[in-house]
């Protein structure tokens, strides 16, 4: 199948080289153009525009930023809109808020084109291997032309609901991570008079109740991180964080919900962002909490 990604992002260029490894013909596009190289180097196909993606794709997946670059490269004068119609489908895998994935499945259908909504849970590794958790919002038709190519990027997929019903899900799935990141800061607070070494301290955290799944895939680079003061391998960074703690605040705020918590927890990330860290790894929160706190 030809298959099209938008935004080659650490995600998007991982997922490009699963499509890849599965035999499937690969077009790629980014609005930074040097950021799609890797996935070039394994064989992807560069598409110009992403008009000209869609145009070559039978399939395109967009993970893209935030609800602006949503915007740019939908509506632009050659963007995905511009390149649309009959037999087109396109997978939404951003993470955005309910209301802006309805939004954008309006704006596909005015164009005869399918759209579906698929943010996914999982980071890089779980999609190099196949293994992310899918969350469909859409029309089960869509999803039942989406599910050979979903079926070889997720363990899991569960169609939730319409369309705005999988970025709900996926909010709420990231909601308790994000406060766990700050929890994780406090708890080793309380434990530096100890002076444990920080690949000893997240083994016992990650072996008890204190641990959660973050510690079992990533305690070591955690710990590293730890011990060396930051990271150079960024996973996920803080702004995104930050960007995904907005949007799950904006939609509790419509359902006339409140999340003390997580208000709290961004709050605090916010800070971390604000001493220059934003495009840092989230465990260099870890760092910062414990040097500034």
Request: glycine share 10%.
């Amino acid at each position: 199948m030809k298959i099209g990604i938008a935004g080659t992002g650490k995600m998007g260029t991982a997922i490009a080289g699963r499509l890849q490894s599965l035999g499937h013909e690969v077009f790629v596009w980014n609005r930074t153009a040097a950021k799609a190289d890797a996935a070039i180097q394994a064989g992807a196909t560069w598409a110009a525009t992403p008009k000209a993606l869609l145009h070559q794709s039978d399939i395109v997946i967009c993970l893209l930023t935030n609800e602006q670059a949503l915007d740019d490269v939908y509506g632009a004068p050659e963007g995905l809109l511009a390149g649309a119609g009959q037999g087109k489908l396109i997978i939404e895998m951003s993470t955005v808020s309910p209301d802006k994935q309805t939004e954008m499945a309006k704006r596909v259908a005015s164009t005869g084109a399918k759209y579906l909504e698929c943010p996914v849970g999982g980071s890089i590794g779980p999609a190099k291997e196949g293994k992310l958790l899918g969350f469909v919002g859409g029309h089960a038709q869509d999803l039942a032309l989406a599910q050979p190519v979903l079926e070889q990027l997720c363990r899991r997929i569960e169609h939730i609901g319409g369309y705005g019903a999988g970025s709900m899900m996926k909010l709420a799935i990231n909601l308790p991570l994000m406060v766990y990141w700050q929890t994780l800061a406090e708890a080793l607070s309380l434990i530096e008079p100890l002076g444990l070494d920080p690949k000893r301290a997240i083994d016992i955290f990650a072996d008890s109740s204190g641990g959660n799944n973050l510690l079992k895939n990533r305690g070591p680079l955690i710990a590293q991180t730890l011990i060396d003061g930051k990271t150079d391998s960024v996973n996920v960074p803080v702004n995104t964080l930050i960007k995904d703690m907005q949007a799950m605040c904006l939609h509790a705020q419509t359902l006339k919900r409140y999340l003390p918590l997580t208000e709290l927890a961004m709050a605090n990330f916010q800070q971390t962002a604000g001493a220059g860290l934003g495009p840092a790894d989230s465990s260099e929160h870890l760092v910062w909490w414990l040097k500034h706190q």
